[in-house]
């Protein structure tokens, strides 16, 4: 009997990954402690076990894709975790974004046992990981990913190693607290136009073209209109909503103190997500922090909890 | 005898603009107040004139680089300003960053005259202006600027138009606040990443092709080792002083003032850059930035003031 691919976590981001491993010919078993999951998973034909002795019994590879640092803490690290339950020859691929103490303490552990792990979280979303096109942010030893590059390589279209391991989160943390500071930028840049009665649309095109641009500005662009394809056009439906920013700013802002990193705008941009959360916008895509920035000039089509 | 440009304002970016008139064959006059430039332009072979009616007589456009809003303002509107001397035929082209309440009041008082102006102010600095690959962010009538646009081509390499007149300073300082926010984000981004002791480099590399990427973070990168050819390599000498930055950021928050637009993190960019000029740090390129951010982290070369 051949090995297989044990896929932990099969929520948004994790079920069309692990769908994409089924596609490319893998044996992949799934298991996920949420009901939801569970019932999706086995409608899209994934192969549900119902323990982790089950999913993890001759397994070549671990894979995890989970919300938060306590989860994966307890998932690897639990009594009954994964690393009393995984021989030596197995590959853990942690996916998770999540802070860097957590990772290493994993990692630290995983290696104590002669286990390798990378950490590899990813960017690019529910559509990208829908098509297999995921950037997977990599830490660990040469060895370990040269292993995992073939499994990755199916979920995903970049491969970018950071680093030893720990520096797959770090490297995630670190973008994903410039890209919150760009999306508030690129709205204050935006919506000043607005206010001062310029044609929004000429200043996009020109700020694209010159040094105010930033990857959100361009590429996620949040006010209607502008750029194809994104969620300002479709009422701010996530997308990567404002709660996984404000989250990702925390674990930024966590990471900074605990180093005493000076990051004054990250710190602005945690102030500015969080407030937004709890005005009632969790759920919105993070673009939409646009309305909160444009305040009463803002008028643009706005219902992120609308069904399509 | 054919009509000649008049040039005024021949400083850092004047100076080297005029020669780029006269090297493609224009006849241009060239006016200053400054001692200074007034002796560069002589040694450097423009042709300097000693008063506004010698400059002004006989010319077919004026052009104007002066730093601030009050220099403009005095050079047109004052009791012997340039309005009161020249004819309806005469173009004005306007390059200086300036507020847009300034440059709207000289575009209807030459517009009650009859005579066409537009607002060009420009971004790519004294090096784009030595070789005519400038950017002009263009306000005006499409006639006005049609007739501006060969002259603008043998200076630049890009003519955006958007909109009236007054959108090119109002579009100049949307993208500088946006550059502004930029350069701050890329320096908290690379200093926690090397407070993390992760590969500075491979986060560098990694981020420019992920979500986290913005203009300043790839191509005026602020930290050395990165980019080739740009201020954080040599010493951070200027390039564009912090304290132009901070003169940007302040048009762009009185700006956001005068129409009640929402700018968090452009008042947190304008305090950052305030402070660093205060601390004696305004003539260093605004990328010198990183240091202030990077606290006792920081470990470059810096020496804004050394000779080459």
């Known amino acids: 009997m051949s090995k297989h691919i044990a896929f932990i976590g099969v929520g948004n981001m994790g079920n069309p990954m692990a769908q994409q491993l089924v596609n490319a010919g893998k044996q992949v078993k799934v298991f996920d402690v949420s009901e939801k999951a569970i019932k999706i998973a086995k409608e899209t034909g994934l192969n549900v076990v119902n323990s982790l002795d089950e999913l993890l019994s001759n397994s070549s590879a671990v894979i995890s894709m989970l919300p938060e640092g306590k989860h994966v803490q307890e998932l690897y690290l639990g009594e009954n975790g994964v690393l009393t339950k995984i021989s030596q020859d197995s590959l853990i691929i942690e996916c998770s974004t999540i802070d860097i103490e957590t990772s290493l303490k994993i990692g630290d552990h995983a290696k104590s046992l002669g ?31 040269k292993l995992a590059t073939p499994i990755l390589e199916i979920m995903g279209q970049k491969i970018l190693h950071a680093g030893e391991q720990g520096s797959g989160v770090g490297v995630k943390i670190c973008n994903n607290m410039s890209l919150g500071i760009s999306m508030i930028a690129a709205s204050e840049t935006l919506m000043l136009a607005k206010r001062l009665k310029m044609d929004i649309k000429k200043v996009h095109q020109i700020v694209k073209e010159a040094s105010g641009n930033n990857w959100a500005l361009a590429n996620y662009t949040p006010i209607p209109g502008l750029t194809d394809g994104v969620p300002s056009n479709n009422k701010y439906r996530p997308g990567f909503t404002a709660a996984m920013m404000k989250k990702d700013l925390k674990l930024a802002n966590d990471a900074a103190n605990s180093v005493n990193a000076n990051t004054p705008l990250g710190k602005a941009a945690l102030k500015i997500f969080s407030d937004f959360c709890e005005e009632g916008d969790a759920d919105t895509d993070y673009s939409g922090i646009s309305k909160k920035i444009g305040g009463d ?12």
Chains 1, 2 share one sequence.
Not at 132 to 137: D, Q
Request: no cysteine.
């Open 115 to 145: 286990i390798k792990m990378i950490d590899a979280p990813v960017t690019g979303g529910v559509m990208g990981a829908r098509v297999g096109k995921l950037n997977f942010l990599v830490g660990g030893s040469q060895e370990a990913v």
């Open 297 to 308: 000039t803002w008028d643009y089509p706005f219902d992120p909890k609308g069904k399509d």
